[in-house]
């Protein structure tokens, strides 16, 4: 944990030069696919490591650095021989067996060992709640079973904000890699205990009030997403108007400038444009105040969305020559955590979308084109939407042939790790669009798989 003696680690801040450290933690994530590691790496972890806070990585990290930078050392980039580190933390204390919760957790042991404690404490045995360790499917994830309302408040710290933070970034990362249809129960668990906490904290004061609201609203947007992705529109709602009023109590701009964020993309799929443009410009708004350009940027394309879809492409326009001025200047240290998944892909996959509204099909799928073909591997989910977007708006455009293998593809995805009705209504969409060109090459036999693969989808939801 940070103390007054930290040091910063200025060989490792040499190493990020002129990266921000979110995009630096996004080259570690991916260097740790490339040697089958898993860690969740961002922008907080990069500037605890610069703080001197970390003074040595934990295994896992050690083996992603060495890899990112071979020939070097684990004092050349910075840090404490791992010996003395262990060392220090071992005195007086009896060894303890790892914590299966965060084997891979991206920070040194003695950090491991205590934000593990409080895994247990916070989440299975608290004076607030009862919980039990409750599987995702792909991976740890502490979550309740029941609440108890009728047990004495307790004092909720750092440690108990630190585990609702984690729960948040494991949600984030499986969603990334398997979409939201298989999460979307699962994950309410973990967040009615982030709620828990948080009204058991209500006369916590400070930093630590900050970030438990702050982790307890943006969890709330998670699983309102995984809700929105599979489908559950009227779920969502609820869940993204509770982390607004969230933000609206603790004053948190960020948190209601992000709560605004996906209640207009909500609007829009739900047909509510209005709606959406209004809740877009009052993102923008919010966001104003925290000087990240990429943020207004993303809160402008959900603008030109609505506009879109309300078939003002005048508005539409306007809004996206805003977005791209905004989005050109580049990523800094205040962009948010969780627009990790915002880069050039996603510009262009949104923009697609506008034109794909406004109906103008080949433009739509050139867009399309430009986001598949940029988006990394790892967001296997984001990945397939930006190939069901293109295929659908091939087909409008009439390319049956180009549409239906592209059409293969996201259902390869479906049929792998990847879950959601969001993607699946999609290519249910297209298949229909296709089915007057069955002898067109390749199209009858993306609809003969596409209509096998339609009960095995529909029993899973």
């Given amino acids: 944990m940070a103390s007054s003696r930290a040091v910063p680690n200025l060989e490792f801040r040499r190493l990020r030069g002129q990266r921000s450290p979110g995009e630096f933690a996004a080259l570690v994530r991916r260097a740790a696919r490339e040697i089958g590691e898993q860690v969740a790496c961002d922008a907080r972890y990069i500037g605890r490591v610069e703080a001197g806070e970390i003074r040595c990585p934990n295994y896992a990290y050690e083996r ?177 108007a509770e982390a607004l009023a969230t933000a609206r109590v603790a004053g948190d701009t960020a948190l209601e400038a992000h709560a605004f964020c996906n209640t207009s993309f909500l609007a829009r799929d739900a047909g509510r444009h209005r709606e959406a443009v209004r809740a877009a410009q009052a993102g923008q708004r919010a966001a104003g105040q925290l000087g990240s350009d990429r943020l207004l940027a993303l809160l402008t394309l959900r603008e030109a969305g609505a506009w879109a879809g309300l078939g003002e492409r005048s ?66 989910r984001n990945l397939a939407l930006y190939r069901a977007q293109l295929a659908a708006d091939l087909a409008r455009a009439d390319a049956p042939a180009e549409a239906a293998a592209v059409g293969e593809q996201v259902l390869d995805a479906l049929e792998g790790d990847v879950e959601s009705t969001r993607i699946r209504a999609m290519l249910d969409d297209t298949a229909r669009v296709l089915g007057s060109r069955r002898s067109t090459a390749g199209v009858a036999s993306f609809l003969d798989r596409h209509a096998a693969t339609a009960p095995a989808a529909a029993a899973r939801v």
């Fill in 64 to 240: 992603v650095f060495l890899h990112m930078f071979p020939g070097l050392t684990l004092a050349d980039l910075g840090f404490s021989a791992r010996e003395t580190v262990r060392g220090r933390a071992a005195r007086g204390r009896t060894p303890r067996p790892p914590d299966p919760y965060h084997s891979n957790n991206g920070t040194n042991s003695t950090y491991s060992n205590e934000e593990s404690d409080v895994l247990r404490r916070a989440f299975m045995t608290s004076g607030t709640v009862t919980v039990a360790a409750a599987s995702l499917g792909f991976g740890p994830l502490p979550g309740t079973e029941a609440l108890r309302s009728d047990l004495p408040r307790q004092r909720i710290g750092a440690s108990e904000a630190s585990a609702v933070e984690a729960a948040v970034r494991q949600i984030r990362l499986l969603d990334d890699r398997h979409g939201a249809d298989g999460l979307h129960r699962r994950a309410a668990q973990p967040l009615r205990a982030a709620y828990a906490l948080l009204d058991a904290g209500a006369t916590t004061r400070g930093s630590t009030a900050d970030r438990l609201a702050a982790g307890a609203g943006e969890l709330a947007i998670s699983v309102g997403w995984l809700a929105h992705d599979s489908g559950r529109l009227e779920d969502a709602r609820s869940h993204y």
């Fill in 315 to 380: 508005g539409c326009e306007r809004a996206l020559s805003r977005a791209h001025t905004l989005f050109g200047r580049g990523p800094s240290d205040t962009d948010p955590e969780w627009m990790s998944f915002f880069g050039e892909p996603e510009l262009q996959a949104l923009e697609a979308q506008c034109w794909s509204a406004l109906g103008d099909w080949p433009r739509a799928a050139r867009h399309a084109h430009r986001a598949a073909a940029l988006q990394d591997p790892h967001f296997a």
